[in-house]
């Protein structure tokens, strides 16, 4: 009975494309198309090559559909169910929209940018879901440019703290224009006069963007999604990429060179922000809000410009990280101006896994290829533990083992939350794989192993050591008869040889276990050197450690003296400089004190006893005048000096 895919509820997390690339290889094709009796083939067969001396057997993988080398980008993009995703993320009549992802997966070099993103001459997935949800918008699309009414609405509406910027303003910056300096870098903050360049039209003609350089076909002018007549919408577009398993903004990297040319990029958080409990978010994203179809593919350019890319032995340009292109839906009734519901579309452009051996890397890109790959191993266990949980079991998927993965699956189940405003339903997700027939074999079927819905492994028969040197030994003496009958005589022959060979390989087993004996004996005593080295070097270390912790206390308690000396000294010179200065301003003034208190008394004695002794003179010369003198003049010095008593004139004095 033929192998049949699994039904796919429309609970699943992943509807499973596979995709054929013409080859250029000159290998043998490993990998074929199994054909069916239905339109559209969905099993292939992948057998080992001719030169495989493993012994692997030959598997056969089921998916939803298979699209073989001559399929064209319109049809993958019809019938992959890409436009019911679009469908959904636009939501229904009076309902809100439900997150889509988009992702490809495949070997590095099997065709995953040309289908994501097309070439020179085809236009990829995403220009073409682009050009579908803008032209079913339509007219309901909201003016993006700054001042706009529904700007701030959408700035405060966003709840990943974002920093958001109009196309216009965004395009202008890149051009050297530097008027979206002006701009704010936070949504909740948007200034009121930064409508300047749309009301000028002198200024904003010199800052034309430039026409985008990506292709126009194929057309999807004919692919018609009907929008919600009551509502009116609003497309936020972002980009970033997970490398080396951090997460990095693409549309932030080139205004940020223009100003710090040396500045590092910074990485961003996957987290739950305020406005967001229910779900995980990309915290400080650039987003930018596009108008028109041409605005979004000049800000898909500029986000492709800043992603990492490398050149190896596999692929002249390899993407070096997960590449994330992001279109954001909202939607809120036209009429009431309600709050704005928001469902986002994700494409993933993920990076290829590669050989370390056939893409010749090293260094830096070799670490690169390491966490890609290990970011692909533990995606490849989240889709079998998914696959899986559809027969029944409860497993739960380990996606928080590394960055791509808690991206891609975080918000792929329902919120438990019930106390948000809105409910998000699951996204609907869908992977595209794509592989090169001819291509790396151990790579590619490791790719289909892990991402296929279903598998079937036919394991070949290995002969047995009798079977195979009876065999030999039967090819080897089949001329022993002419006519081919087997005689006694060679039988006995052959059981001869057939023991001969026994002992021979019996010979070699002791010899191989004698070698393994005396390799074990070489490990162990390697093992225990290396033990007494790591013990030797652990004393050594302890070692250093002492005389490094010896010398720095010496030198700490020398430089403690040193700066203990030199304040002292200092100490001193200004204690010294101190006294010279107080020296000179005592030799420069004159310090008059008061006499002691004895002193004074002293004087004020002698004063008044030369006082009295004076009084006393005086009295004697007037005696002596009177007893010379007639009595006229006698009488005349007594009227003209007046006598008083000395001892009155003393006690008045003292008081």
């Known amino acids: 009975m033929a192998m049949e895919p699994p039904a796919r509820p429309s609970s699943s997390l992943f509807d499973v494309f596979l995709r054929l690339r013409p080859s250029i290889s000159s290998n043998t094709r490993f990998l074929n198309v199994e054909e069916t009796e239905a339109a559209n083939p969905t099993h292939i067969t992948i057998k080992p090559p001719t030169n495989d001396n493993r012994k692997r057997a030959i598997e056969k993988f089921a998916f939803t559909r298979v699209f073989e080398e001559d399929a064209h980008q319109l049809e993958l993009f019809k019938c992959t169910g890409v436009v019911p995703l679009i469908e959904g993320v636009l939501g229904a009549n009076g309902r809100d929209g439900r997150d889509g992802l988009l992702a490809t997966l495949g070997v590095t070099g099997s065709g995953k940018s040309h289908t994501i993103l097309g070439t020179k001459s085809q236009r990829g997935l995403t220009q073409m879901a682009l050009d579908v949800l803008f032209q079913s918008t339509g007219n309901q699309l909201v003016q ?20 958001m910027f109009t196309a216009t303003a965004y395009l202008d910056s890149m051009n ?13 903050t948007p200034m009121p006069d930064c409508s300047s360049f749309i009301t000028n039209p002198t200024s904003r003609s010199k800052n034309v963007p430039r026409p985008s350089a990506l292709p126009e076909n194929p057309s999807v002018h004919d692919i018609e999604i009907p929008s919600d007549p009551n509502a009116e919408y609003a497309i936020v577009i972002s980009m970033y990429e997970v490398y080396n398993d951090r997460i990095f903004d693409l549309l932030a990297g080139n205004t940020t060179k223009q100003k710090n040319p040396n500045l590092k990029r910074r990485a961003l958080l996957f987290k739950s922000t305020e406005q967001s409990p229910d779900r995980k978010v990309v915290a400080g994203l650039t987003k930018i809000i596009c108008g028109s179809f041409g605005e979004a593919l000049m800000i898909l350019e500029s986000g492709l410009m800043e992603r990492k890319v490398a050149g190896t032995g596999s692929n002249a340009v390899s993407s070096r990280s997960h590449g994330f292109f992001c279109v954001e839906v909202k939607k809120r009734d036209a009429q009431r101006k309600g709050p704005w519901s928001s469902s986002t579309l994700t494409i993933v452009d993920l990076a290829g896994s590669e050989r370390a051996r056939n893409a010749k890397t090293a260094g830096a890109t070799l670490a690169e290829a390491g966490k890609i790959n290990e970011s692909l191993m533990y995606l490849g266990q989240c889709m079998q533990m998914q696959s899986d949980n559809q027969d029944g079991s409860k497993n739960v998927v380990p996606f928080r083992q590394c960055k791509l993965t808690e991206l891609l699956f975080s918000n792929s189940f329902p919120s438990s939350n019930r106390h948000t405003h809105h409910h998000h339903h699951p996204q609907k997700s869908i992977m595209i794989v794509t592989a090169d027939p001819k291509g790396d074999f151990n790579a590619t079927s490791q790719i289909l192993r892990y991402s296929a819905l279903a598998r079937e492994v036919t394991v070949p028969r290995i002969p047995s050591t009798t079977s195979t040197i009876l065999s030999g030994t039967t090819l080897k003496h089949a001329s022993t008869t002419s006519s081919g009958r087997t005689t006694p005589a060679a039988v006995l022959e052959e059981l001869e040889y057939a023991n001969s060979e026994i002992g021979r390989l019996t010979s070699e087993i002791e010899v191989l276990a004698l070698r393994l004996t005396e390799e074990t004996a070489r490990r162990k005593a390697a093992e225990q050197s290396w033990r007494a080295a790591e013990d030797h070097m652990l004393e050594i270390e302890q070692e250093i450690r002492d005389e490094c912790f010896a010398e720095t206390e010496n030198a700490v308690d020398q430089e403690r003296r040193r700066w203990q000396a030199m304040w002292d000294a200092e100490q001193d010179n200004n204690e010294m400089h101190m006294d010279r200065k107080i020296d000179v301003q005592a030799a420069a003034v004159k310090i008059y004190e008061d006499p002691k208190p004895g002193l004074r008394e002293r004087a004020q004695e002698l004063e008044k006893e030369n006082e009295v002794l004076r009084a006393r003179l005086e009295a004697m010369e007037r005696e002596s005048q009177a007893k010379s003198a007639s009595p006229v003049k006698k009488m005349r010095a007594l009227k003209a000096k007046r006598w008083q008593d000395p001892d009155a004139a003393l006690g008045a004095e003292d008081d």
Not at 144 to 158: E, I, M
Not at 176 to 188: C, T, V, Y
């Open 144 to 163: 993006s440019f700054y001042g706009a009414p529904a700007f701030s609405s959408l700035a405060a509406a966003d709840v990943s703290e974002a920093h």
């Open 176 to 188: 050297g224009d530097n008027q979206s300096e002006r701009f704010p870098s936070r949504a909740q």
